[in-house]
């Protein structure tokens, strides 16, 4: 199920103030998702997609004032309660969209006072943890979830008394050329604006001034020059009998990112290297190496490091390289 994509989908339709509400089957459908995606969690304990996606689908469904069961809820709930919204790494950006979820359950009194009180104490808790994973740079887990957390901060209305929101704010503010795709625009532009995604289901549309306007958008200019980037691609035992499968100099533009890379090194040994992206809200997304597929029933994913452990925070088509810098594609579970 796209639980995810329909979520954002549901509250970029909502911030949008259409002039006819949406059609009440994309809302159902949402809330078949959101069973439909528990299908098998007893064998598997946890959403088919992730819970990043499943609170989403809970925060979507508040936003347009639909009551959520209270089974979904607790799903969440017993998730946070007993450390499972993470994936083995970072969980800052899946606590973040929980605890707006939570909030917003909470807020728009759209569970009973009971439930309410327990929803608002696990925001809380969230908000927490939230400031003590900050660390020295300001940045609370990494850059893109950075602006998660600070939404937290400003739904629960703790970003007055805790300090590390405005490091964090500090943080985001030098670093806002990260955010060059739409999806990652969306979560920083509201928190610029004192907002959070909790403010799109107070919204008043029909005092909303149509003020969007068509941007001309002006072709990047080209980097001249050239540069050669190392790729590696690794694949752990017990899943592939070498370590290494592949180990080669790529040379390309100088303005090239991570996904010219893999085109070029295809395109000069088609017979050694391939590979496939599927596209998601968040641009192209690693899928396939060498004929090895990632898959999220196997809990796995294609990590992207810079030589020799450094994790990439953005995506094959946002990271450009350095010149002879070497990045490695490892297949790794979460």
Do not use: M
């Given at each position: 199920p796209h639980t995810g994509r329909l979520a954002l989908y549901l509250l970029g339709l909502r911030a949008a103030c259409p002039a006819h509400s949406p059609h009440r089957s994309l809302v159902t459908?949402?809330?078949?998702?959101?069973?439909?995606?528990?299908?098998?969690?007893?064998?598997?304990?946890?959403?088919r997609t992730s819970y990043y996606q499943y609170g989403l689908g809970?925060?979507?469904?508040?936003?347009?004032?639909?009551?959520?069961?209270?089974?979904?809820?607790?799903?969440l709930l017993t998730a946070q309660h007993h450390g499972r919204l993470g994936h083995g790494g970072s969980a800052v950006d899946t606590e973040a969209v929980v605890a707006l979820a939570f909030t917003c359950l909470e807020q728009r009194r759209l569970v009973r006072t009971?439930?309410?009180?327990?929803l608002r104490a696990a925001a809380h808790e969230a908000s927490r943890s939230m400031a003590k994973a900050q660390g020295p740079d300001g940045v609370i887990g990494n850059i893109y979830s950075t602006p998660w957390a600070l939404q937290v901060f400003l739904a629960t209305g703790t970003c007055q008394t805790e300090p590390a929101f405005g490091q964090a704010m500090a943080a985001l503010l030098q670093n806002l050329e990260a955010f060059s795709t739409a999806a990652t625009m969306a979560q920083v532009l509201p928190?610029?604006?004192?907002r959070s995604y909790l403010d799109i289901a107070s919204m008043h549309c029909q005092e909303e001034?149509?003020?969007?306007?068509?941007?001309?958008m002006e072709a990047p200019a080209e980097v001249p020059g050239s540069k050669t980037v190392q790729l590696v691609v690794e694949c752990p035992l017990p899943w592939c009998y070498d370590l290494k499968l592949y180990d080669r100099l790529v040379p390309v533009p100088a303005g090239a990112s991570l996904l010219d890379v893999l085109q070029a090194a295809a395109a000069l040994e088609p017979h050694d290297f391939s590979?496939?992206?599927?596209?998601?809200?968040?641009?192209?997304?690693?899928?396939?190496?060498?004929?090895?597929?990632?898959?999220?029933?196997k809990r796995n994913y294609w990590q992207l490091l810079m030589a020799p452990n450094i994790?990439?925070?953005m995506g094959v088509a946002d990271y450009k390289p350095q010149?002879?810098?070497?990045?490695i594609l490892r297949l790794s579970e979460w």
């Open positions: 459908r949402l809330k078949y998702y959101l069973e439909e995606d528990w299908t098998g969690s007893r064998r598997h304990g946890h959403p809970v925060l979507a469904l508040c936003a347009h004032h639909k009551q959520v069961r209270v089974e979904v809820i607790r799903r009971e439930l309410a009180a327990e928190v610029l604006h004192g001034p149509d003020t969007l306007t068509p941007l001309a590979f496939h992206t599927q596209d998601t809200f968040q641009g192209p997304f690693l899928t396939e190496v060498l004929g090895l597929e990632a898959r999220q029933d994790s990439l925070e010149n002879k810098e070497t990045l």
